[in-house]
C-alpha cells in the first residue's frame, strides 16, 4: 500500500519520467528553478531589490517550501527506485547522490533559518539544478559521448593539462623574478593570477609585465597559450570523429566484398 | 498579359535570376545597398557629416525610392512566383519572408515620415541587405552543408551550449559575491559582463576582480572559457569531416584497376 | 655567349639552384637580407641609433649596394629564365612578378635618394623578402598543400568570411547607436576598432561599452567572435583531413578484396 | 660486488622502476620536489616570508641534502645503466642528459655558497623537474604520439610558424612608423611587444594604436592572429586523426560476420 504510493511519488519526480502527470511536475519545478536563478540575479540589483524586498522574500519562501516538500517526497519514496532499497542503506545512498547533495547544499541555510547575508553565497548552487533540466534524452546521450571522448583521449588531454600546468608555474617564477626590479608581481601567486590570465588569451591588461626580460618571457608565455589551447581542441576533434566513426564505416562498408552479406546495423 | 508583366518583373528582381538584365538589376541593387552602408558609417563621423549634409540627405532619398520602388515591384509581382500564388495569401506570405521583413524594416521609417535621430537605429538593419549579395550558387551550397554540420552535430553542440550557460551563471554568481568585500561588481548582472568577456576570452579589463577567492574563480572561469572553445570548435571540426566523406570514399573504393572488381556504396 | 654567361647567372641567383655555388650566394644574400631586418629594428631604439649611426649608414649603404647589383643581375638575365624570354616582354614580365615588385619597392627608396625619414616606412616591405627564404623543396610542398585546402575549402571559408563581415558591420552598427547617450564612440568607424578588436578576442579594454543594451550587443559580439573563430579552424581542420586522405586509403586498401591484387602507389 | 650494489642502486633511483622499493623512493622525491614547488612561491608572499623564514630554510637545507645525496648516487650509479657505459665517458653522457641538467642548475647555486638573492631566479628551474613525474607508461605513450604528430607535420606546422613569424615582423614595423606621429612605440622592438601581444589574441591593452593607419594595420594584425591560432590547430587536428586511424580501420574491416572474410591491413 505504502509501497505501492511510495513508487508511484517516485514515478512522479522522476526527472525522466515520461507520464503526463511526472511531465507537468517536473516542468513546474524546472520552471520554479529557473525563476529562483532569476531571482537570485535581480536581488543583487540595489534599487530592484529596495522596491521589491517584499517579493522577493515571499517568492523565496514559497519556493522553499515547494523544494523542501519535494526532497522531503523524493527522500521518503527513494527507497522505491532501483539501486536504492533499503531504509538506511538506501536512503544513504540516495543523500550521496550529486543532484540531492545540490538540492540539500540549496535547502539547507533556509532550513537552518541562518539566511545570513555571507551565506546566501551558496544559493549560486542553485545554478546547479539546471543540471537536473538537461536529462533530455538527446542530450543525454551526447553528454555520454562527451565522457566518452575525453575518456579515450585521457592519456593525450593529460599530457596537454601537465603541459599547462608546466608552463604555468614556470612562466609565473620566470616573471615574478624578471619583474623584480620593477615590482610589478608583489609575490609568485601574484604572478600566476598574471599568468592564467594571460595563458588563457584573456589578457585584461590589469597587471602587465615592463621590463625587457619580463616581456620576452610573457611573450613567450603567450605564444604558449596558443599551444595550451590548439593541443586540447584537435585532441577533442579526432576524438569526436573517432566517436563518429561508426555510423561512416557502417555506411561505407554496407556489404561484404566476398560474399555479398550486407552488414545492417538494425540486425 | 498583366501575368506575363509580372513574371518578367519576378524573374528580373529574383536575386538567382541569370539573364543579363537580371543581373544587372541585382549588380545595381546590390551596389546601392553597399554605398548606403558606407554612407551610413560616413555620416556617423561629424566633420564628413558636416560638410556633406545635402550629398547624403540626397543619397538618401535617392535610395529610398529606389528601394521603395524596388519593393513594391517585388510585392505587386510575388503572386508571379511558385510558392506565393494567390493575391491575398501568396502576398503575406511574401511578406513573413525574413528578406522582406529586413527590406520592410529598412524602408518604413523613411516612408512614415519618422527619419528622427533615434530611429537612425533601424538603419543598421540595412546591413542586413547584404545577405541577399549571398545568394551566389557556390556560396548557398556551403551554407546549406553549414546547416547540416549544425543540424547534425546539434545534440552536442547544445551540451557544449548549456555547459557554456551553467559556467556563465555559476563563475557569475560566484565572483559577486566573492568580491563583495571589495565591491568590484555592483550586481550579479554586472558581473556578467565579466563573464561574458572573460569566458569569449576577449577581456577587456575594464572590471577585474581583486580578491583572493575572485581571482581564483576567476582564473577557472578563463580556463572554463578555454573549453568553451575547444568544444565547438572541436565538434564542428568532426562534423564537417563526415560531411566530406562521400567524397572520399567514392575516392577510395573506386574500382581495382586490376580487374575492374566495383567497391561500390551506391549499392 | 652572352647567352651562356647570362644562364649561369640565372642559375647562379636562383634561389632553388643546387649547385652550390648558388647555394653559398643565396645563403649570403639570405644573411643579408636577414642583418637588414635586424638593423631596420635596432636602429629604431634611439640610443643605439645614436651610437652606432655611421655603422647603421654604412651598413645600408652597403646592403643596398648588394641589392642592387643583384636586383641587376637578375634583370639582366632574367631572359635566360624558361617563361621570361624576350628582351622587352620577358623583363616586363619579370618586373610583374612579386619578389621582383618587393625588391624594387625596398631599393627604389635609396637609389632615388629619397631616403628621407618617412619614406623609412617602406623598408617594413623588406620583410617580404623572407619569403624568399622559404623556398625550402618541403616548406614549398606544404605551402602548396595550404593553397589546396584553402582552394578546396573556399566556398566554406568564403561563408565564414562573409558571416564574420556581416557581424562586423551590424554589431559596429549597433554598439555606436546603442552606446551614443554614453558617447563612448566618436562615430561608426570608431565602433569599429572596438569590434573588429572584439571579435577577434584580443580585447585591449581601450574602448568598451558602458550602457546595458551596449553591454547585451558586445557580450553578444564577443560571442561572435568565438564562432568566427571556430567555423575557419574546424573547415581548415576537416580540409587537412582530406589532404592526408590518400596516404591513409592507401594504408587501409593496399590489397584488392576480389582479386588480390596489390594497389601499390610507387607504381 | 660494487657493480651489484650499484646497480641495485640505478634500478631503486631509475623513475620507471617497478619494485615497491623504487616506487616509494620515487613518490618520496617527487613529493619533496612538489614541496619545494609550493615553497619557492610561498615564499615570496612578504608576510608569510617573514614569519616562516626559518622554517623555509631548513626545508630547503633539507631538500638539498637530499636532491645532492640522490644526485650523487645517480651519477655514481650512472655506468650501471645501459648506455652509460664506462667510467668516464658514460658519466658525461650522464651529465648531458636534460634531466640531470636540470638537476645540476638546481643544485649548484646552492652547492657553491652562492644562494644570492638574484640567484634564487635558478630555482624556478625546478619546475622542470616536473617532468620527471611525468614518466608514467600511459603518459609517455601519448607524449611519443605528441611527438610522432608533430613531427609527421612538421612541413605544415612550419609554414605555419614562418608565417607567424613573418606577419609579426611586418606588423611591429607597419604599426611603429604608422603610429609614429602619435609616439606610441618607443621603437620597433617596443612595437614587437605589442605585436606579440595582439597576434596570439591576448589583448591587454597596455600599448594601444590611436592613429587611423594604425588601427588599420592594428585590425589586420588581430585578424593575422586567429589565422597564426586556426592553422596550428587544424593541423595538429588532422594530425592526430591519421596517428588515430590504425585502431579505427582495424575496427571497420575486421572480419565479415558471414562468411568470415579477414579484410585484413597487416596482410
Chains 1, 2, 3, 4 share one sequence.
Not at 540575479?41 to 517568492?59: G, H, K, N, Q
Amino acid at each position: 500500500m505504502t509501497g505501492d504510493s511510495k513508487r508511484r511519488v517516485a514515478v512522479l519526480l522522476d526527472s525522466s519520467g515520461e507520464s503526463s502527470a511526472s511531465r507537468a511536475t517536473n516542468a513546474f519545478v524546472g520552471a520554479l528553478i529557473l525563476l529562483n536563478v532569476v531571482a537570485v540575479v535581480l536581488e543583487t540589483i540595489d534599487p530592484v531589490y529596495a522596491r521589491y524586498r517584499t517579493v522577493f522574500r515571499l517568492f523565496e519562501l514559497l519556493s522553499i517550501v515547494v523544494f523542501v516538500v519535494e526532497f522531503a517526497l523524493r527522500f521518503w519514496a527513494s527507497t522505491a527506485r532501483p539501486g536504492y532499497e533499503g531504509p538506511v542503506l538506501g536512503r544513504l545512498r540516495f543523500l550521496v547522490n550529486p543532484y540531492a547533495v545540490a538540492d540539500l547544499l540549496a535547502i539547507l541555510p533556509f532550513v537552518l533559518g541562518v539566511a545570513a547575508l555571507d551565506l546566501r553565497f551558496i544559493r549560486v548552487v542553485r545554478a546547479f539544478w539546471f543540471l537536473r533540466l538537461f536529462r533530455e534524452s538527446a542530450v543525454w546521450q551526447s553528454r555520454q559521448r562527451f565522457v566518452r571522448v575525453v575518456r579515450a583521449r585521457r592519456a593525450d588531454l593529460s599530457i596537454a593539462v601537465m603541459l599547462a600546468v608546466l608552463v604555468f608555474f614556470v612562466s609565473s617564477g620566470l616573471l615574478y623574478y624578471a619583474e623584480r626590479p620593477a615590482g610589478t608581481f608583489a609575490s609568485i601567486p601574484d604572478a600566476m593570477w598574471w599568468a592564467v590570465i594571460t595563458l588563457t588569451t584573456v589578457g585584461y591588461g590589469d597587471v602587465v609585465p615592463v621590463t625587457l626580460l619580463g616581456r620576452l618571457f610573457a611573450g613567450l608565455t603567450a605564444l604558449g597559450g596558443i599551444g595550451l589551447f590548439a593541443l586540447p581542441a584537435s585532441i577533442l576533434a579526432a576524438g569526436y570523429e573517432d566517436v563518429s566513426e561508426p555510423t561512416r564505416s557502417a555506411d561505407a562498408d554496407a556489404e561484404c566484398p566476398n560474399c555479398g552479406y550486407r552488414l545492417d546495423d538494425s540486425e
